[in-house]
């Protein structure tokens, strides 16, 4: 954290107590913030993100994946451009106080050299944490991509995606409870059986059928 955060703030602003209440609890603060996580961990990321059921395979977990990384990476450009923006707003605000003789002026500048200082240190935290992101969906890419089965060239290529759609909608529709209301529940149950049309019409339904162990009992809700 920036250093000497704690005595940047006013003292109008605060009371000497909460002040001293604050320092007692600043290296924790400190430490907080350096390790905090920005943006998802992995195991969020494994976890919330990739599930079994909105994710259900491989081809699904990768373009998720390239999606994500795709998006942090845009977002690091951007992070770039204002990184380099405030720093030379920051050199601007240098030169404008060194040539500054009215008191009152001058310490507008200062106020504003501090908060662009704190808000360059954000930056380099954040793309430490896009760093960081990259790196872990690159790692669940290859993981997914070697154990294959999938294009990694064509997020559709009329097989892939349209079989991770099946799985997707079944297991929502299989998985979903029944205290949904009734559009909620034939939105669902369309969809799963749309899905189940469309693998037929395109010869994979068997393999879905194996792929994800459905019962004679299930098959039959999907009206089979």
């Not at 404008?96 to 008191?103: H, P």
């Not at 430490?128 to 294959?148: D, M």
Request: glycine share 6%; charged share 35%; proline share 2%.
């Amino acid at each position: 954290m920036y250093e000497g955060s704690i005595e940047k703030l006013d003292r109008d602003l605060l009371s000497p107590s909460a002040i001293e209440s604050l320092r007692g609890i600043y290296p924790s603060i400190i430490h907080d913030w350096k390790v905090k996580p920005i943006f998802r961990t992995e195991t969020e990321a494994r976890i919330s993100v990739l599930n079994e059921i909105h994710f259900p395979d491989p081809h699904a977990k990768y373009w998720q994946s390239v999606r994500e990384q795709q998006v942090h990476f845009d977002q690091l450009i951007y992070l770039s451009f204002e990184y380099r923006r405030k720093k030379v707003e920051l050199a601007k605000l240098d030169k404008r106080l060194k040539g500054e003789q009215d008191d009152l002026e001058r310490q507008l500048l200062e106020i504003d050299r501090e908060q662009l200082q704190y808000e360059i240190m954000v930056a380099e935290k954040v793309a430490k944490e896009r760093i960081r992101e990259l790196k872990q969906a690159q790692r669940i890419k290859a993981e997914q991509k070697a154990i294959g089965g999938f294009s990694t060239e064509n997020a559709d290529d009329g097989i892939d995606q349209l079989k991770t759609y099946a799985k997707t909608f079944i297991l929502e529709m299989f998985n979903s409870g029944n205290k949904m209301g009734a559009a909620d529940a034939q939105n669902i149950i369309g969809k799963a059986v749309t899905a189940k049309n469309r693998c037929k019409d395109m010869g994979i339904w068997d393999e879905v059928v194996s792929d994800m162990g459905l019962s004679a009992e299930q098959l039959k809700a999907l009206g089979e």
